[in-house]
């Protein structure tokens, strides 16, 4: 194998996944270069909204000090869209310290990259791995535009597209249903307008998890996070419903911020950002492959997200931590084999990362099939319900009651609504069955 | 707000040649082309007189999702080169 360009391990991609691998190993001692193909880490990076505090410490324990952070969440807000209404249920707590902050992309990630480069990690921007080199099936460096590079080992962490683990064989092409495309866009506000707007002190932050409105029956959900001074807005819908239905993801955002509930939040501001990413969304069953002789997957590319929860930067940051501990294992042994590998699949599983994703391993399954239930009829009735509830019009209570209770029989079948309550049962069931 | 407004908020430094390379002949026989529905920067557009997919890939937000979108396998999809294509500020 040629000595030049040769380093202990490779890590792709300059994300949260990428950085804390990168970072793990090079405190072992041992050398590490990150590859990033954009300008600088974090250029290419687009999330909706929140780093989580309690696995950020992990990587980075003074983080909260010297940081780039816009504010720390203290209220999660769920908003049911109806076309016109809507029903918001609010979680307010100022003192939460296991909660998010919300920052920006292009400064934090650019942060980690740099407190990685001062712990010995060498990284590398604007170079783009084209290709993963392989020697009797064994990874044993990456190819790009410039040079070729060799490494013991090489962790993808390239992100939800990872063309390098399709080209290794490590995954097949990804399909429409699991992966939701996500557009969003960053809209500058005064900072006391959105304290005001938002009900929150300076450095306060406040998430609304949006469900219905444009995205009524559709497997797609809409977000909006406050940073320091400007507020974004963005949802995502599982592509195939997009394609199904013909329908254009920033018409969809369009329609979401003209809703009478959210419009006034980001009233008279000035977009400052538009952008757009994919989310991997096929859950447990389509993770695919972790490792190989000489290679990890990590993060977006090894799909580790907990889409129910809004969790990913969190996923990702572990499973590069805990591949990076393989990786420094396995430098120890001199072995990076697939089966000394594989101790980062069990390390994983003996996580919260793969244990969350079986957790909700039926959860896409169910909710593809009941979308137009569960993300449409049923989010209409909570709304009709409060309609109900709140209009003052001299019909006597009890009356109200049971035509509400009628309006289920009339407006779907019996057969729908028991079919509806099985498949709620199941979902239950399969979350909280004990393995 | 149109299209157009959003996209003129991203900073791009184009490359001079695509990086996005659709086969034009399994596109002509491509029904739905998903492509110019759910390219969320208005990347692909079928021009009708000349049977052809246009691909205006200065605008490319690289998401990916027209590759995965694509049901004939038609794209040859990379990324741009490392000094080129978008770059977020606020991502």
Same mark, same amino acid.
């Given at each position: 194998m040629a000595e030049k360009n040769k380093t202990d391990v490779i890590v792709v991609g300059g994300g949260p996944a990428g950085i804390s691998c990168a970072i793990t190993i090079a405190r072992s001692g041992k050398k590490v270069v990150l590859i990033e193909r954009g300008n600088f880490a974090g250029s290419k990076n687009v999330f909706g909204g929140a780093i989580y505090t309690q696995p950020t410490k992990e990587l980075f324990p003074d983080f909260e000090i010297s940081a780039p952070l816009e504010r720390r969440n203290v209220e999660h807000k769920f908003a049911i869209l109806g076309d016109n209404d809507s029903t918001v249920i609010s979680y307010k707590n100022n003192?939460? &310290?296991l909660g998010s902050y919300t920052v920006i992309r292009a400064k934090f990630d650019r942060w980690m990259a740099e407190e990685a480069k001062k712990a010995g990690v060498y990284l590398v921007e604007k170079t783009v791995v084209r290709e993963l080199l392989t020697e009797k099936g064994k990874v044993i460096g990456v190819k790009t535009e410039l040079e070729d590079y060799y490494a013991d080992i090489v962790v993808l962490a390239?992100? &939800?597209?990872?063309l390098l683990a399709k080209q290794i064989g490590l995954r097949s092409d990804i399909k429409p249903e699991d992966v939701a495309l996500s557009v969003k866009e960053v809209i500058k506000l005064d900072k006391e307008k959105i304290n005001d707007r938002f009900n929150i002190s300076d450095e306060q932050g406040c998430i609304y998890e949006i469900?219905?409105?444009?995205?009524?029956?559709?497997?797609g959900l809409g977000f909006v996070y406050t940073n320091e001074s400007s507020v974004t807005i963005g949802l995502g819908v599982t592509l195939n419903e997009l394609i199904e239905r013909g329908i254009k993801p920033y018409e969809l955002l369009e329609q979401l911020k003209s809703h009478p509930t959210i419009s006034p939040l980001i009233k008279d501001g000035e977009l400052a950002e538009y952008s757009a990413h994919l989310i991997p969304e096929g859950g447990y069953k389509k993770i695919p492959k972790l490792f190989s002789d000489g290679v990890m997957v990590i993060g977006d590319a090894a799909m580790l997200v907990n889409n129910l929860h809004w969790e990913g930067t969190n996923l990702a940051m572990i499973s590069g931590k805990l591949a990076g501990e393989v990786a420094v294992d396995a430098l120890l042994n001199r072995d990076f084999s697939a089966k000394f590998l594989s101790k980062y699949q069990v390390k994983l599983q003996n996580s919260f990362v793969l244990k969350d994703l079986k957790t909700y391993k039926d959860l896409m399954e169910i909710a593809h099939k009941k979308s137009g239930a569960f993300l449409d009829y049923y989010l209409r009735k909570i709304n009709s319900f409060f309609n109900m509830f709140t209009t003052v019009d001299s019909i006597p209570k009890r009356k109200k009651y049971y035509d509400f209770i009628k309006t289920f029989f009339a407006e779907r079948k019996f057969t729908n609504i028991f079919s509806d309550f099985l498949y709620g049962m199941k979902l239950v069931w399969s979350i909280l069955k004990w393995y | 707000m149109v299209l157009e407004d959003k996209l003129f908020t991203v900073k791009y430094v184009p490359?001079?040649?695509?990086?996005l390379q659709p086969d034009n002949e399994k596109c002509k026989t491509c =029904?739905?082309?998903?492509c110019t529905i759910v390219c969320p920067a208005n990347v692909y557009e079928w021009d009708n007189v000349q049977n052809k997919l246009i691909v205006n890939? =200065?605008? /490319?937000? =690289? /998401?990916g999702v027209c590759r995965i979108a694509c049901a004939k396998h038609s794209l040859k999809w990379e990324y741009p080169k490392g000094t080129k294509g978008v770059t977020f500020k606020l991502g």
């Open positions: 003192t939460e &310290v390239d992100g &939800v597209n990872s469900f219905g409105g444009p995205m009524l029956g559709m497997l | 490359d001079t040649i695509s990086h =029904e739905n082309k998903a890939y =200065e605008n /490319c937000l =690289e /998401c």
